[in-house]
T-cell receptor
Framework: AQKITQTQPGMFVQEKEAVTLDCTYD???????LFWYKQPSSGEMIFLIY??????QNATEGRYSLNFQKARKSANLVISASQLGDSAMYFC????????????FGAGTTVTVRA | NAGVTQTPKFQVLKTGQSMTLQCAQD?????MSWYRQDPGMGLRLIHY???????DQGEVPNGYNVSRSTTEDFPLRLLSAAPSQTSVYFC????????????FGDGTRLSIL
């Protein structure tokens, strides 16, 4: 079984500052993938960034980067230079290679960017 | 690009009624899945399919049926609606590879009275 934990239900960040969203996971799969999704108030799910368990480098996509610490089983999302449009719910998710690649989600973190 | 299309976007049902939520994708993805989203609980997997003719249960399958007769379509059936099934339902598709992100439809907001 796999489990994703996001311990921050809500966060506030000042515009143009960076914010880190915590995600820890638990799995017995030797190979797995970690994903972050953004859900704005309009409701759609937007894929942001992916990190593979065997990737040597932390993933980056524009203003999004993933602080991957495999030994600690954490995959924190860093959003740099926050913008008002970053206000949304953010979900960490994982697919493992032993269970039909099912995607398991954390409970999510709400980010509110203040002007 | 259509991507993943869900219909309807909103639906109100009475307890005991049945209905089908439609999901179609045009990306030739092998993998399709249904999730429900409830406040404070993230998305929970209801059923999934790794290809036409193959379906399996997720975390919360009770009260729902699925079928996958074609690669493109993956309908979700509520057999006898209950108030506990009031939720937002998302359909998603992906390539059947570990590193492939799931592409989500816009969701169906379902209320059971």
């Amino acid at each position: 079984a796999q489990k994703i934990t996001q311990t921050q239900p809500g966060m506030f960040v000042q515009e143009k500052e960076a914010v880190t969203l915590d995600c820890t996971y638990d799995t017995s799969d030797p190979s797995y993938g970690l994903f972050w999704y953004k859900q704005p108030s309009s409701g759609e799910m937007i894929f942001l960034i992916y990190q593979g368990s065997y990737d040597q480098q932390n993933a980056t996509e524009g203003r999004y980067s993933l602080n991957f610490q495999k030994a600690r089983k954490s995959a924190n999302l860093v959003i740099s230079a926050s913008q008002l449009g970053d206000s949304a719910m953010y979900f960490c998710a994982m697919r493992g290679d032993s269970n039909d690649y099912k995607l398991s989600f954390g409970a999510g973190t709400t980010v509110t960017v203040r002007a | 690009n259509a991507g993943v299309t869900q219909t309807p976007k909103f639906q109100v049902l009475k307890t005991g009624q049945s209905m089908t939520l439609q999901c179609a994708q045009d990306m030739n993805h092998e993998y399709m899945s249904w999730y429900r989203q409830d406040p404070g609980m993230g998305l929970r997997l209801i059923h999934y399919s790794v290809g036409a003719g193959i379906t399996d249960q997720g975390e919360v399958p009770n009260g729902y049926n699925v079928s996958r007769s074609t690669t493109e379509d993956f309908p979700l059936r509520l057999l006898s609606a209950a108030p506990s099934q009031t939720s937002v339902y998302f359909c998603a598709s992906a390539r059947d590879r570990l590193n492939q992100p799931q592409h989500f439809g816009d969701g169906t907001r379902l209320s059971i009275l």
